[in-house]
Each structure stands twice: as structure tokens, then as C-alpha cells.
């Protein structure tokens, strides 16, 4: 990332974690050929709050906050009956701490 | 009048998440063998159940169910030995081997419950990586897994759902 300086990023997950993440993946494609479809976004969430804890504690100074936010907005009961519209805000909203994260760490966000 | 089994039907909740606390050999029997006195049709005894307190085990079981949020300490896996269902002579599609699934669940919850252990139940997980985790024998399928610990104090939120059906709602007095 071009925002980060020297020596800062680097890896942030041990084999262990990379394999508990791929582990949880690949069973819940399986798990989701039987479940109500709203679950799956749910499962996605899931799969970023873990990889986001996994990391967190090796991450840069410049990537915590981005990884602390997204625990913060990930619920891991959350699904979207009831409140379609409030709950793809949510996402949107997590999208867009994303992107301006990319932005930034891109140093896409001083560009023209 | 006693009415401690409501309370504890009323006070029953999922523990989502769980603390470090072990729990100990004695709780986990006591939850256990509670199994035994759930209402089975006909008392076949079609289920088995496999008790796991490894960490390194509980950590491979949560990493093949997607719908284990907790950490447990210790997990009861609930199984149907198909085999001995297609032995006893039900048809593949009859519910009653779910239906004592179910019923052993509620059991082992209000179990826990009542000696002040967490517990939630887990349907998501593959079917499959678990049998193999757990070295199963062919034609005995896992179906549920208890798990318990020592509930956190702060608790993932509840699935809430807003709108739908009132409780009464889904009552039907009589004929309908």
C-alpha cells in the first residue's frame, strides 16, 4: 500500500488464523446451500469481523482504526427481515469506510 | 405452587457469547444426562451424543460451523445413528429422528440453564468436516451441537425482527 510506511505493513495473519478463516469459507458455502438466503450476507460479515480481530493486533497504526470499525459494524445477528432498507444503509455505510480506507491508503484521496 | 421449572423456561436464553471459564466435569455430566429423561418417541434411542472438551478440538468444530459465534468450553453434539433409524423400520423422510433432536436440545438447554451455565444451540455446520473432525462412525450423522460455557456479559444482539406475526398470532384455538 502506497500510504504505508517501510517496515509497517507486512503480515497479519499466522497459518493458524489463514486456516481457521479458509475452514469457515469453505463450510459455509456449504452450510448456505441449505439456509435462508439472508443468512449469507450474514455469513460474509461473519468471515470479515473474524478476519478483522485475526489482524488487528499485527496491523499497522494506519489500518487498526479501518479493522475496529468494521467489528464495530459487523453484527453477527444481523439480517435484513424486517428492515431491508436500514439494514443495506449498514452495509452501504460499512462500504464506505471501505472505500475511503482504499482512498487514503491508496493515496488515492490527494490525486486529481 | 412451585413454578421453578417456568421460571427457568422464562429466564432460558442463547448465550452467543461465552467467557474463558472453564466449565467443569460434574456441570457437564449433570447437562448430559439430563439427554435421558428428554421425551424420545419410544425410547429407541437413535441418538448419540459426543462430548467435547478438547480445546483443539472445540477449536477445529468451530471452525467447519459457520453458525457458531461462541467460543465454547465444552460442546455436546447430538447424532443420529442412521443406520440404526433405517433398522428400526422408519421411512427415510419420517421427521421423528429430527423431532428427538429437537426435544434433547431443549433439554440439555434448560439443563445448563439451571445450574448456571450458558448454552446455545448450533444447526450451522457442515455435516460432513464435523463426522470426519470427530472420527464418527459410518451412517451416524451430527445434527445439533450444544454448546456451553460461562455467558459473557455482553451479548452479540438478539435476531430481532421487526413486523410479522403477534405470538397470538400463530395460536389457533379449536378448529380453525
Redesign the interface.
Known amino acids: 500500500m502506497a500510504a504505508e510506511s517501510a517496515g509497517e505493513s507486512g503480515r497479519v495473519l499466522d497459518e493458524g488464523d489463514g486456516v481457521e478463516l479458509l475452514a469457515y469459507l469453505v463450510t459455509a458455502a456449504r452450510t448456505q446451500v441449505d439456509e435462508a438466503a439472508e443468512y449469507a450476507p450474514m455469513r460474509l460479515l461473519t468471515a470479515a469481523g473474524r478476519l478483522a480481530e485475526m489482524a488487528e493486533p499485527a496491523a499497522s497504526a494506519s489500518l487498526r482504526p479501518l479493522l475496529r470499525e468494521i467489528r464495530q459494524g459487523v453484527s453477527e445477528t444481523a439480517v435484513q427481515a424486517g428492515d431491508p432498507a436500514g439494514y443495506v444503509d449498514r452495509l452501504d455505510a460499512l462500504c464506505r469506510t471501505v472505500a475511503e480506507y482504499l482512498m487514503r491508503s491508496l493515496g488515492l484521496d490527494t490525486s486529481p | 405452587m412451585n413454578d421453578a421449572v417456568l421460571q427457568a423456561i422464562r429466564t432460558r436464553r442463547v448465550a ?1 457469547a461465552l467467557t474463558d471459564a472453564p466449565v467443569g466435569h460434574e456441570q457437564l455430566r449433570t447437562v448430559l444426562d439430563s439427554a435421558r429423561y428428554a421425551p424420545h418417541a419410544g425410547n429407541r434411542r437413535l441418538h448419540r451424543y459426543v462430548v467435547v472438551t478438547r480445546p483443539s478440538l472445540l ?2 468444530v468451530r ?5 457458531m ?1 461462541q467460543r465454547p468450553m465444552a460442546a455436546i453434539v447430538i447424532c443420529v445413528d442412521w443406520a440404526q433409524v433405517h433398522n428400526y423400520g422408519f421411512a427415510p423422510a419420517n421427521p421423528g429422528p429430527y423431532i428427538d433432536v429437537g426435544t434433547a436440545a431443549a433439554t440439555l438447554l434448560l439443563a445448563a440453564h439451571s445450574i448456571g451455565l450458558g448454552a446455545g444451540p448450533v444447526t ?3 455435516r ?2 464435523l463426522a470426519t473432525i470427530l472420527n464418527l462412525p459410518a451412517g451416524v450423522r451430527p445434527e445439533l451441537i450444544i454448546c456451553l460455557g460461562h455467558a459473557a456479559t455482553e451479548q ?9 406475526s403477534s405470538w397470538d398470532d400463530l395460536i389457533q384455538w379449536e378448529r380453525g
Open positions: 452467543r477449536r477445529a471452525m467447519v460451523s459457520p453458525g459465534l450451522s455446520f457442515s460432513t468436516a452479540p444482539p438478539a435476531m430481532r425482527r421487526r413486523g410479522g
